[in-house]
């Protein structure tokens, strides 16, 4: 998913998806640790797809403080 994307999603849809990619990020955590993963590169996705979206919201959440200061 690429961050065009993140952006026109709702709070409410990236909140979500961000506790379904910590859950997967989890479950492949395990599963490297118990067996041998199919593609081990989906681990830096996950990563790198949960900063995207805290990176958003992050933006999201001092976006109106920015604008009241000016």
């Known amino acids: ?32 640790q118990t067996e041998r993963l199919d593609a081990p590169s989906e681990l830096r996705k ?8 805290k990176t958003i919201q992050t933006e999201r959440s001092k976006q109106p403080v920015a604008e009241s200061a000016s």
């Open 1 to 32: 998913m690429k961050a065009t994307e993140l952006r026109e999603m709702s709070d409410e849809q990236l909140a979500l998806t961000l506790h379904d990619c910590c859950d997967r990020l989890f479950r492949l955590r395990l599963q490297s």
């Open 46 to 53: 996950n990563r790198r797809l949960i900063a995207r979206i």
